[in-house]
């Protein structure tokens, strides 16, 4: 499901997630959902329905309620039956709250933390039900709680700030919070509000009332003077818990019967969100394109057209069925296949084209496809790092008569190496699905054709999966790095970014820039200094026709050499921090200036 909008994609992700954590779970699987602490200290166990009925924790959580009910704004009778409603009706049974404990290394329970009034349209996190039960064991937990909790939040939800109130008299906790690096910024007055029996709650005083108390609210503001203490890399994953749960469900129990359990459930739902009929997991990216191509009886004496900008492997799977790539050239807003130069490019040998949606910016799927139809060209995206794109609102892989996209480590989603192949053509379906099961005669052990192992595990499926199942929160991330990049790289004049076009939604799968060739510093220059100050970047891909071992010779084409030798991917890892992407462009801009 795509949610243009970032507040109904915020809501949406948080009810999901929470929604995920909070099943019931026995304790092997709700361990797979933890939150890992830092130096193996530990994990945050997200409390789940289950756990509702342990009376032993029940207990626990009361003991510690009432021992640091100096800490809550309301004041009652702790009770073994109130704590049990409370954990169901108010955080459970909460769409906006969760709550974890903190287990130390050993499994013993320390305390509890959790995230509150987080199905706001402001996209805003509270941290709260922060409390350490256990006063006795591991020194410095808490603290590593809350960070890593917060960090967690941040790169899972995107959120535009995450804060917490405490009461102002509570002295011990707001210095704790102040060392851990939040600020102050206003106060919130409270009046009391007398229940009888011993019970009290503090309220949000009106204008006319006199203040009792106050809560003091706090925020993690953005580092200034920010300096990495390891390098900025090009790309990076996020790993959360649901990827973890399946594959240990996948690794204790998909063999023999349920093999190809995740499989399954990974095409069917892969297939669904790009909006084809069919999806066959794959290997490779690579192997998804060479099963195409093989499906698509191309051959020797073939001619397939791709961009001369792109990965070697778009060109290698021609190779492999012993067809001949031809270049043609890239647009310059897009660096993605221009239709002029492939139409100038076709000949009676033509048989397919490869558009590749590079750097996860679409082609111009709308002008090439005319064109492919009028030739009778049959149409193979390699839509390898392109996973959300859309042109006109259609999604990659989506248009063709097959698509590939890749899972190979560095890209939106992952699983390590792999791919995956659309079609909706039943027919074409059926002859690639017999191509990568070795030509085995459907249902039997019979072997009538010359076949290919193109297969991806289970237990990869499982991981992508997981990927896929937040993969719009994933896109949402990679956009917003890329905004971070215009923002500051704005009044830049040597550099140019590579923008969507008006027609295209581009995930920004790497943000990248082209380098001006008056800039005191060529390409390779830059990149040595930027590596100098721990900052990861790598070179755009070379133009593929600079390559000797193409079975026909050609010319580069001029966008993609130009392209080719002064484009630059930056970092662009799906966790980067908006204080990360501002230390490379002002380091870039000194550089440069």
């Not at 974890?100 to 290394?105: A, N, P, S």
């Not at 535009?160 to 906790?173: M, P």
């Not at 790539?325 to 239709?339: G, S």
Request: glycine share 8%.
């Amino acid at each position: 499901m795509k949610i243009d909008d970032p507040r109904a994609l915020f809501r949406e992700t948080i009810k999901k997630e929470f929604s995920f954590l909070k099943s019931d779970a026995s304790f092997i699987d709700a361990i797979s959902k933890s939150i890992s602490l830092p130096r193996n200290q530990g994990a945050l166990l997200p409390i789940h329905y289950g756990l509702v009925n342990d009376d032993e924790l029940i207990k626990t959580l009361a003991i510690w309620r009432e021992e640091n009910s100096f800490a809550y704004c309301v004041k009652f009778k702790v009770t073994f039956d109130g704590t049990r409603n409370w954990l169901k009706n108010q955080v459970l049974d909460n769409d906006a709250r969760i709550l974890f404990l903190v287990i130390d290394r050993f499994g013993r329970r320390i305390g509890h933390v959790g995230l509150g009034d987080c199905m706001n349209d402001q996209c805003k996190i509270m941290v709260d039900n922060i409390l350490r039960g256990d006063k006795t064991h591991e020194k410095g937990i808490m603290a590593e709680a809350v960070l890593e909790l917060c960090e967690w939040a941040r790169k899972t939800f995107l959120p535009n700030e995450i804060y917490l109130k405490v009461l102002d008299d509570n002295h011990h906790a707001v210095e704790f919070y102040k060392k851990l690096g939040f600020i102050e910024t206003g106060k919130l007055p409270l009046v009391r509000e007398d229940r009888g029996a011993g019970y009290f709650a503090y309220l949000d005083a009106k204008e006319s009332q006199k203040p009792d108390r106050y809560f003091v609210n706090m925020v993690i503001p953005e580092r200034k003077g920010f300096k990495p203490e390891k390098t900025i890399l090009t790309a990076g994953p996020l790993i959360g818990g649901r990827e973890v749960f399946y594959v240990n469900d996948a690794a204790r129990n998909g063999w023999n019967e349920q093999w190809s359990g995740y499989l399954t459930r990974f095409e069917k739902k892969f297939a669904e969100y790009i909006g084809v009929k069919y999806a066959l997991a794959t290997s490779s990216g690579t192997g998804a394109l060479h099963i195409a191509l093989l499906a698509l009886d191309i051959g020797p004496g073939d001619e397939v057209i791709i961009p001369d900008l792109t990965w070697v492997a778009t060109g290698q799977a021609v190779n492999y069925v012993g067809a001949v790539p031809v270049f043609a050239d890239v647009q310059k807003l897009t660096w993605c296949l221009d239709p002029d130069s492939f139409k100038k490019q076709i000949t009676n040998k033509t048989k397919a084209v490869m558009p590749v949606h590079l750097y996860g910016h679409p082609s111009r799927m709308d002008e090439i496809l005319p064109i492919a139809k009028k030739y009778g060209i049959k149409v193979v995206e390699d839509a390898a790092p392109s996973i959300g794109a859309e042109v006109n609102g259609k999604r990659t892989g989506s248009f063709g008569d097959f698509a590939m996209f890749s899972f190979q480590g560095a890209k939106l989603t992952v699983t390590g190496e792999g791919g995956i192949l659309l079609t909706n053509d039943d027919k074409l379906y059926e002859k690639a699905r017999k191509i990568w099961d070795q030509g085995r005669r459907p249902g039997t052990f019979w072997i009538d054709e010359v076949g290919w192992k193109y297969k991806m595990s289970n237990v990869q499926a499982a991981l992508g999966l997981g990927q896929l199942e937040h993969v719009e929160q994933l896109v949402a991330a990679k956009r917003q790095i890329f905004s971070w990049y215009e923002e500051f790289l704005s009044d830049c004049p040597y550099i140019e970014l590579n923008r969507e076009a008006a027609w295209a939604r581009s995930i920004y799968w790497m943000s990248s820039i082209l380098l001006n060739a008056d800039a005191p510093l060529n390409r390779e220059e830059l990149i040595r200094s930027l590596k100098d100050n721990k900052i990861d970047s790598r070179p755009v891909f070379p133009s593929m026709s600079l390559f000797d071992f193409w079975p026909k010779k050609q010319r580069s084409q001029e966008n993609a050499f130009y392209i080719g030798n002064h484009g630059i991917n930056l970092p662009s890892g799906v966790c980067l921090k908006r204080e990360e992407v501002k230390y490379v462009c002002d380091t870039i801009k000194r550089l440069l200036s």
